[in-house]
């Protein structure tokens, strides 16, 4: 069977929405591209809980702390699906965090920025869980079989972390002036950050086109952004939060919120490292990784001590 044969019987199996499991056939590209991204995701997740962390001994209640804490664990889970997920495709889980450490990795530039109030685990658990909900949804249906089943424990949990967002901005809402400036200024400084997690523009981004080809995305950038702003803003207004874009309008012919131009120079900046906290973030997963060096080594020794008495059983059977 010629490569040309197995290219297309793959892509036949891609037109008839099968799943694509690990020990199957799969073009080197298709490969790379799953662990390119499923890579990303996973450095997105473990990054994304040292904002939050700085706020779990800052909590105004036991509720607020228990309920941070259980979404901060609950991203920990979530890194951890989609590094099995990206080794089944050969991906070694070494390998991957020396690139996450060397800052040779990408992850979403959004955790790249300070938590300077309570208010800002609102803006994240609203904001960012709000649009990565958006934008893993429609990963539940992902052709690469492991990825999509890891997406539907994902999501349920991400849901629980928007809604607890949302509940800390609607209390600082409906509180003094000073805590509902506090929301405020969190959306001020969350949202465009939040805006640029879908990605660059359609027109823009390099890897969409093979990625709706063979049914990793099944949307694009734009229009999972599009869905984002579209839900987002009715909540801005339950709240009495003003998004803080001068040219949102809502557009009568499309039935779309139309939305101001994004800073791609300053994502752009984010994503090259010169973020506000890129260099602190980096610094702190490689630091966890080193204090849990001994965990793995005590991990990896029982393991093979494990082996050793299950094959020495063996030989005395
Ligand atoms: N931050 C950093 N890099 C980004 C980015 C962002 N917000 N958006 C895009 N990029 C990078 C891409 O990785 C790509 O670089 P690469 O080729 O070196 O990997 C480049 O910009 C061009 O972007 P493309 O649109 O061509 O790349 P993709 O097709 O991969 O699309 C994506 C980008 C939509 C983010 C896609 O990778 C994706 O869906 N990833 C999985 C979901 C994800 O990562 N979600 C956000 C973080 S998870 C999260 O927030 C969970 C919460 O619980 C904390």
Redo the contacts with the bound molecule.
């Keep these: 069977m010629t490569i040309l044969n197995l290219e297309e019987q793959f892509m036949n199996r891609i037109a008839a929405d099968e799943k694509i499991e690990p020990k199957d056939w799969m073009p080197d590209k298709y490969r790379k591209t799953l662990i ?2 499923i890579a ?2 996973a450095h ?2 473990i990054v ?1 809980m040292l904002p939050e962390a700085n706020y779990i001994s800052r909590a105004p209640s036991l509720r607020r702390k228990a309920a941070l804490l259980a979404k901060i664990q609950d ?1 920990a889970g ?1 890194g951890l699906y989609l590094y099995c997920a990206a080794e089944t495709l050969g991906a070694e889980r070494d390998t991957l965090m020396d690139e996450l450490h060397t800052g040779k990795a ?5 955790f790249n920025y300070p938590t300077l109030t309570w208010a800002d685990m609102g803006a994240i658990g609203w904001l ?2 709000g ?2 909900i958006l ?2 949804v429609p ?1 539940c249906k992902c052709s690469f079989g492991p990825y999509a089943r890891a997406m539907v424990r994902v999501c349920k949990e ?1 849901s629980f ?1 928007q809604r607890q967002g949302f509940e800390i901005l609607l209390t600082l809402c409906n509180g003094t002036a000073e805590q509902k400036q506090m929301a405020q200024d969190s959306l001020n400084r969350w949202w465009w950050p939040s805006m ?5 523009n359609d027109a823009d ?4 086109e093979y ?1 709706m080809k063979t049914k990793i ?1 099944r949307f694009s ?1 734009d229009e999972l952004r599009q869905r984002f702003m579209d839900a987002t803003k009715p909540q801005a207004d339950i709240l009495g939060l003003t998004i803080p874009d001068p040219d949102l309008k809502w557009n009568e012919v499309t039935g779309h919120w139309d939305y101001g131009e994004i800073n791609w120079e300053e994502f752009n900046n984010v ?1 090259q490292g010169n973020g506000p906290c890129n260099k602190l973030r980096v610094k702190a997963r490689k630091e966890a990784w080193d204090n849990g060096k001994w965990v793995r080594e005590a991990a990896t020794a029982y393991a093979a001590k494990r082996e050793q008495r299950k094959s020495e059983t063996k030989q005395v059977a």
Excluded: C, T, W
């Excluded at 990408?106 to 959004?110: D, G, V």
């Excluded at 640029?196 to 660059?200: A, L, N, S």
């Excluded at 981004?205 to 969409?208: A, I, M, R, V």
């Design positions: 390119r991204q990303q995701h997105s997740e994304g991203e979530h990408k992850y979403s530039s959004i960012v869980d649009a990565a934008n893993q990963l991400e972390h640029m997690m879908f990605g660059p981004s390099p890897n969409s990625s995305k950038n994503v």
